[in-house]
């Protein structure tokens, strides 16, 4: 079946909202129109996508689902439609996105070299995404550390970092230990650690302010570390710990000259550019 994307369109409004006045608002249409829209949605779909009452609106598990996947759905259609404008104006541009304390600015410098006509712009990827952006459109390469959801993405190994433990400056474990041999693994054990089940961050930056104030631990890769060195932190390298891999990447679907241009070299001067 054909999906209508203004049907769509107005069921995420409705999703947002769980209020049809609100959403028919939003939209500048008529309520009885939006109705009429999202009765026919279900129809076409063979499901109730929400649970009606004389008072609320409540979105059954499928309409919980298409309210997740149409986000997606949305960003990948925006995009496609400015590259397609992009195209049609002339205009060549290259979107890249990078993880926190990963350092791309000399694989840009190289693919400016050879194409300088094209507009580069960056993006950084957060860890909660990660390799989203590849798929929805809105980043056409990506410099990114596993482990991730590879599945659609063609990738390339460049490189892999240590990682370390992060610690607040007074814990026992961040000067030397009694032995003085290095920090492993084991040290580890037993530690409240940010970013567990038990605690998650938003971001790095939260997660590095509750460890700075005593609320857990964090072993994170060291090119994090060294981007957010803070005075109140202390990093020490772990032994024992595999070594996180970091990779060039791309979805498979992106075969444009500029895409695969720019992957190529990225992942050859990235992986000179290993310490």
């Not at 209020?19 to 076409?44: D, N, Y």
């Not at 496609?80 to 990078?98: K, S």
């Not at 960056?122 to 860890?127: A, D, E, M």
């Amino acid at each position: 079946m054909d999906l209508d994307l203004r049907k769509l369109r107005y069921f995420a409004a409705l999703a947002e909202n769980l209020h049809f006045g609100r959403a028919a608002e939003s939209l500048f249409i008529a309520q009885p129109v939006l109705s009429r829209q999202i009765r026919a949605l279900e129809r076409e779909l063979g499901c109730d996508l929400l649970v009606r009452t004389t008072r609320s609106v409540q979105l059954t598990p499928a309409g919980a689902q298409l309210y997740e996947e149409s986000r997606g759905l949305f960003t990948s259609v925006d995009s496609a439609v400015r590259r397609v404008r992009e195209v049609d104006r002339g205009v060549e541009r290259l979107v890249v996105g990078f993880a926190s304390g990963l350092y791309i600015s000399a694989a840009l410098r190289a693919f400016a070299d050879t194409r300088p006509g094209v507009e580069i712009e960056l993006l950084g990827l957060t860890w909660w995404e990660r390799e989203v952006p590849l798929r929805d459109g809105r980043v056409d390469v990506g410099y990114l550390r596993r482990p991730f959801d590879e599945s659609g993405l063609r990738t390339v190994t460049v490189g892999a970092e240590p990682e370390v433990a992060c610690l607040p400056v007074g814990h026992r474990l961040a000067g030397p230990v009694a032995t003085g041999r290095p920090l492993l693994a084991a040290d580890l054990a037993g530690e409240p650690t940010i970013g567990a089940q038990a605690r998650r961050a938003a971001s790095i930056e939260e997660k590095f302010e509750l460890i700075a104030s005593g609320h857990g631990i964090a072993v994170v890769p060291r090119g994090v570390a060294e981007a957010y060195s803070r005075p109140d932190l202390i990093f020490r390298q772990v032994m024992g710990l595999d070594p996180v891999e970091t990779c060039i990447a791309v979805a498979e679907n992106r075969r444009e000259r500029r895409v695969r241009e720019f992957a190529e070299i990225a992942a050859a001067v990235l992986a000179e550019n290993i310490s």
